[in-house]
């Protein structure tokens, strides 16, 4: 299993995949708050595109997919970052899911360190992500990955029923350091 860029022939499965996330959400608690307006088949067209589309796969299912890009979506600026980036020094981790009958299997860790693979191997200075207040799975993902908090924020994104998000980062520099510690 890998976390690989996802190409057009996966392009009914991923959209699949992610219109099961979004039905387990609905039923469930929505904490990113998706809709079937988004992530849906358009996005994620669009992002294969762009080739920002990743997928994990297991036993060649879709279990989990990812938009790393470095288009923030919204007022970065606006966050309290312990390093001060310009746009193409970070990337940005969007629609993080995991197939909800795989959730508490690692998979979700497992991509976040293939998603800090994938920046250290291109030459980024950090990830940067934005979650929804409250979305403790996320936040508590991320935070165990050493991501730190950045602020509380309005994006300028103009989205009613999210009117800020919550900013966290992972410098890289910081963590390829403490990796060299950890082996000493």
């Given at each position: ?89 970070y990337l940005v981790i969007h629609t993080f899911a995991v197939e ?85």
């Amino acid at each position: 299993m890998e976390l690989m860029k996802c190409g057009y022939n996966y392009l009914d499965e991923t959209a699949a995949f992610y219109g099961r996330v979004v039905n387990h959400l609905e039923k469930t608690v929505n904490y990113p708050k998706w809709t079937k307006n988004y992530p849906n088949r358009e996005s994620v067209e669009a992002s294969i595109c762009r080739g920002e589309q990743y997928i994990y796969l297991d036993d060649g299912k879709v279990a989990g997919a990812v938009v790393l890009n470095e288009e923030p979506g919204g007022d970065y600026e606006a966050g309290d970052w312990s390093v001060q980036l310009s746009r193409g020094e970070y990337l940005v981790i969007h629609t993080f899911a995991v197939e909800p009958a795989a959730r508490g299997k690692g998979l979700g860790s497992r991509m976040a360190d293939a998603c800090i693979d994938i920046a250290r191997e291109e030459g980024y200075k950090a990830i940067r992500l934005d979650v929804v207040p409250g979305n403790a799975p996320a936040i508590h993902l991320y935070k165990r990955k050493g991501f730190t908090y950045a602020g509380t924020k309005d994006l300028s994104r103009k989205i009613e029923d999210i009117p800020v998000f919550e900013l966290y980062e992972l410098n890289i520099a910081c963590t390829r350091v403490r990796d060299v510690l950890e082996k000493h």
